[in-house]
Each structure stands twice: as C-alpha cells, then as structure tokens.
C-alpha cells in the first residue's frame, strides 16, 4: 500500500466527530488522506461496532465479564508465579475457553521463579515500640531464623545515600522515602534499593511503597539484585510509617528495627501462557490480532486489576463475538501471559517461540495492564500510515461522548514488539488512583464496576473486530526478533 500519510509537528487537542468528540493527543498532528474505498470500507463497519456495543453493554452479555472475573477471583484468590493457585487458574482458563467453543486452546511453557514470601514482619523496637506493616518485595533473600536487629538510617534519595560513608552504613538498615513522583521515576528505589545499599555494606533495605496515598497499606513488587553485589534482605513499609522514620532520623534519634523474613528462593519451574482463539475466516495463521493481559498476580489481594481485569476483557471479547456469531477474516487470539510481575518472562518466552515466523503471523497487539476502570478511549503505538487508519477506526465509537485517542504510549507488556515496529494498542481508563491499591491487599473484585468491564469488554472486542476483519494489514515497519531485555512488571 502506498504513503496516504504525513506528519505535521504539533499537537491536535480536539477533533470533532460527528455526534461525538474524538479527542487526540500525546503524538504529532496527522494529516491524512486515506483513499476513498478504504475510508468507506472503514465506515461501513458502524452497524457492527454499534451491534457488539448493545449485546455486551445492555444485550445478552450485559453483566457476565464481572460475573466471570468475579468467580474467577474468588476461586483462586492471589496468583502468584510458582504457585499451585496460578497454575489451576491457567487449567481453569484452558477448560473454560473450551467449553466457550474457543479454537486452538492450548497452553505454551515458559520457565518462571519460584519465591516464597513466607512469614514477615518487622518492628520498631528503639526508641518505641511500633509494629511496621510491610510486605516483603518479591525475589527478595530472607533474613537469618532469629531476624535481624539493627540500626536504621533513613534517607529519601540515592544522592543524599551516596553521601554517606561505608562505614557508617554497613551493619544497618537503610530506610529510602523518596517523594513520590510517578511510578516510573519513583520506581527506581523499589528495583535499585537493595544492590545500592548492600554496596555500602547494609543489612537489609526498607522502601516507602510505590503510591501516592496510602491508609497503612504496603504495596509489594519484584526487585532487582545487581550481578555480583551481595543479596540482602528487601521489603516495602507503609508511607506513613517511611516518612516517620525519616522524620525521627532527621531529629536525630536513634532507631532500631526488628526485621524477620522467611523468603525462599527456590529452583526456577514451569509455567505456561494460555491461548485461545477465534479463528480468521481467511486467515488463520498470519496477520493475527493478539488481545492480552496477564494471569499471574502477586500473593496480596486477589490481582483482580493487576490483571485479572485485562486477561477477562481479552478473553470475554472474542468468546462474545464468536457467540454472536461475528468471525473476522483474521485470527483474533487471546493470550494471558505468566510470570509478568517478575519481568515479563512469560512475554519473553512466547517471543522465543514464535521468532521464526513472527513477521507473518501477526499484525497489531492488544494489551491491557493498567486497570480496567471507566473506560476513556485507546493508546495506539504505530507508524503514520497505521495511526491514519486507526484514528478512522476510533472514529465508529460514538457510544462515547467524548473518546480519547493517543499515540506512541501504550502499557509495556507488549513493548518490545512494539519497538520493533508492530502496532499496539492499550487501553485508557479512568485509572487515576491505579496504584493506591497496586499490588496491595486493596487489589480485588470490589475495584470493578460491572458496567466499566462491559464498555471496555465492548471496546475492546469491537475494536480488535474491525482491525482483524480489514481488506488490508494494519502497515508496521518489523525489524527481526531481539531478546526480550530484563525489566519488570
């Protein structure tokens, strides 16, 4: 297909779009020119958009992806890689998927960690006594039988650490609170803390957990030991309690904590991602449209956002337009990833094993991971003739009011696809208090409002329709397959 697609620098702010707003941002203003036939080919796909809308969102299916996500958590609770909950909620999926007529169900391995949190705790016990919720992060070493019992110093960035002498570090227990500024940047002090400090010679690491509010809840999360400095102890503490022992430092009194945990690393093992499709018409191997989210969670809450949410508006879209009896020309495949909260290793281990044909088999990913709330729109990552064709697509949702279309950030999950040159695209949503209850006990069925997961169950399926039923391949620009770098979820 030829260029029907140029880029002026700017930024568009609103569009207008017949009865509704389309509202484009974070990108460069487009200006495009789709040829005739392929804009009407785009247009004519409203009373279909319009029909998956009204069966999912007040028809037959109004309800059932709560109702779904709802027995799911309730059944198997936290998944959390290594554990025999995630894998019976992977043989759940596979079982299920096959009941709903699903094609090509079947599961595809990938070696993952085996931690076990174990029992926890930690305790003020100099000047006062004070019990410290907190929550181990995961990967993390444990402490000795008996615990530790240390000194504490409190800082609240990696610069004012560095300031501080070898000597006086080593044997104490460095608390970071660093202020909150994105889950990005902030982020840093989760992944980085433990090798930073154990370079100075500490014993243990407490970190401010990653939110922006908190009412005495710890948040977990994987951490990163550097190759070949010392592993020591690693744990989350409640904001709260992270500014007071900053605070009581800075006034200079002396502190000790208490720390015990029985973290255990065990021997890696095998999980699997879950696939299940509606097979293309046409197609059934190439040009696949992939919906995703991931399975796993971590062992607080139920993972009912963090991605229980994702997994179930992937899944629950393709099994209601099957039952509607809407098959694309395309494949439309859901995978629900494992291992993502300790870097993505599930993703990394189906990129391996679909490297060989990967420039054939698929088209666009979708991918959901950042909350499943009021949904607002779509973010699409894609070259200019793919976000042309897109920004037409996002056109046929005029069940919004107001729908706002992005380019170039889409969640990360699917991120090393998509800098290869692969179209993405995440959903937006009302996710404003997203991480005050990410991987926390907050995280469960009681965040989700049925009639959100309908319209982004809706949205969803309706989106990754028309996309797999095109006359036309969604255009990318694929450079060959690079090994997954270590990040994590």
């Known amino acids: 297909m030829g260029s029907f697609c140029k880029v002026l620098f700017g930024v568009v702010l609103v569009v207008l779009v017949s009865s509704s707003q389309l509202t484009v941002a974070q990108g460069p203003e487009l200006q495009c020119d789709l040829p005739r036939p392929l804009r009407r080919e785009i247009q004519s796909y409203q009373p279909v958009v319009n029909h998956i809308f009204e069966q999912i969102v007040s028809g037959e ?12 958590t309730d059944a198997f609770g936290p998944r959390l890689t ?6 019976d909620a992977i043989d759940f999926a596979v079982a299920r998927m096959k009941d709903e ?3 090509n169900v079947h599961t595809e391995e990938a070696i993952v960690p085996h931690w076990v949190r174990g029992r926890e705790w930690a305790e003020l016990v100099q000047p006062i006594r004070k019990v410290l919720p907190m929550l181990g992060l995961g990967l ?30 080593r044997g104490k227990i460095v608390v970071f609170a660093p202020e909150w500024t994105g889950y990005g940047p902030t982020g840093r002090y989760r992944y980085e803390s433990a090798s930073t400090a154990a370079k100075k010679g500490a014993a243990a690491v407490l970190i401010r957990s990653m939110t922006p509010f908190s009412i005495g809840t710890p948040h977990t999360g994987t951490l990163r030991y550097e190759e070949g ?10 904001v709260e ?12 009194d002396r502190m000790s904590i ?13 999980s699997r991602n879950a696939v299940g499709e509606l097979q293309g018409s046409v197609y059934k191997n ?11 969670s971590w062992d607080v809450g139920t993972g009912a956002s963090d991605d229980a949410g994702g997994v179930f508006i992937s899944w629950k879209a393709i099994t209601f337009l099957k039952a509607m009896g809407l098959r694309p020309r395309r494949t439309i495949r859901a995978v629900y990833w494992t291992a993502e909260e300790q870097g993505l290793l599930g993703v990394s281990a189906y990129e391996r094993q679909h490297a060989a044909d990967e420039k054939e088999e698929f088209n666009v990913f979708f991918e959901s991971d950042s909350g499943t709330f009021e949904p607002l729109g779509l973010d699409f990552s894609g070259n200019n003739e793919a976000q042309c064709i897109f920004a037409e697509i996002a056109k046929l949702m005029k069940v919004f009011e107001q729908f706002t279309y992005t380019t170039g950030v889409v969640s990360s999950d699917i991120g090393n696809w998509l800098e290869r040159g692969y179209p993405g695209v995440s959903l937006r949503n009302r996710n404003d208090n997203y991480f005050w209850y990410h991987h926390s006990q907050g995280d469960t069925i009681e965040l989700e409002d049925p009639a959100d997961l309908d319209r982004s169950t809706a949205l969803w399926a309706a989106t990754a329709y028309v996309i797999a039923d095109l006359s036309i391949d969604i255009p990318k620009d694929v450079t060959d397959y690079i090994t997954l770098k270590d990040v994590t979820g």
């Open 286 to 296: 190439t040009s696949v449209v992939v919906v995703s989210g991931h399975m796993d």
């Open 140 to 169: 993390s070493v444990g402490t000795p039988p008996e615990g530790i019992v240390a000194e504490v110093i409190a800082v609240e960035s990696f610069e004012e650490f560095e300031k501080l002498s070898n000597r006086y570090v």
């Open 241 to 252: 309690d992270a500014m007071f022992l900053l605070r009581k430092y800075r006034r200079g």
């Open 229 to 238: 400095v010392r592993k020591i102890p690693a744990a989350a503490i409640t």
């Open 61 to 72: 299916f109004a309800g059932k992806t709560w109702g779904s996500l709802l027995e799911f």
């Open 82 to 87: 290594g554990s025999k909950q995630l894998e």
């Open 101 to 103: 007529g699903l094609e």
């Open 258 to 270: 208490h720390l015990k945990m029985d973290a255990t690393n065990l021997d890696p093992t095998i």
